[in-house]
């Protein structure tokens, strides 16, 4: 059975500072993906990013940045320099193909606050 | 141009009665799907549905139907409803295989049952 652990419940950062959110997975596919999607006050899920299980180079978007690391069954985020507007939860998912489908599992989300 | 619509955004109703959520998409994705988030934001896949045909249904209650009338749309019916059902559900699709990109969710409806 597929699992994702986010065992960060809540941070709290200041503003401008770094924080990196983890996310452990645990699945017996060879061909998976991953997932990250941000939940902001507002409530809709907004896609960050997603990443094939062949694909173990980090990512970088602007202040966002994804490590992989097959070894360790983990998919990281970091955010550079917070920012308020990046206060959210943040869900970290996995993916098995089931008939050509994308059925997602999602971890327990963290919340990160930044703090002015 | 709104990607993947819901009706309504909020949905309160008494135990017992029978309701309805839409959902559709513009994107011309031929995957789509029900998730159930409840009140300690835990996100859960319901039912799934690939070109109208349902393709995954996890263990939710015979109570939820789901029902595909075409690609770009997904409802989910509920009768008989229950405290317990008082959860914010979202719609979210998908083009399987061709892209990066992952799901695209809906904005929520959040349905309260009293």
């Known amino acids: 059975a597929q699992k994702v652990t986010q065992a960060q419940t809540e941070i709290s950062v200041v503003e401008k500072e770094d924080v990196t959110l983890d996310c452990v997975y645990e699945?017996?596919?060879?061909?998976?993906?991953l997932f990250w999607y941000k939940q902001p006050p507002s409530g809709e899920l907004v896609f960050l990013i997603r990443?094939?299980?062949?694909?173990?180079q980090n990512e970088i978007s602007g202040r966002y940045s994804w490590n992989f690391q097959k070894s360790t069954s983990s998919f990281n985020f970091t955010i550079t320099a917070s920012q308020v507007v990046d206060s959210a939860v943040y869900f970290c998912a996995l993916s098995e193909r089931s008939f050509g489908n994308e059925k997602l599992t999602f971890g327990t989300g963290t919340r990160l606050t930044i703090i002015p | 141009d709104t990607a993947v619509s819901q009706t309504p955004k909020y949905l309160v109703t008494q135990m017992g009665n029978d309701k309805s959520i839409k959902c559709e998409q513009n994107l011309g994705h031929d995957t789509m799907y029900w998730y159930k988030q409840d009140s300690k934001k835990f996100l859960k896949i319901m039912f799934s549905y690939n070109n109208k045909e349902l393709i995954i249904n996890e263990t939710v209650p015979n109570r939820f139907s789901p029902k595909s009338p075409d690609k770009a749309h997904l409802n989910l019916h509920i009768n008989s409803l229950e405290l317990g059902d008082s959860a914010v559900y979202f719609c979210a699709s998908s083009q399987v295989g061709t892209s990066r990109l992952g799901q695209f969710f809906g904005p929520g409806t959040r349905l309260t049952v009293l």
């Open positions: 990443r094939n299980s062949f694909d173990e």
């Open positions: 699945t017996r596919d060879t061909t998976y993906y």
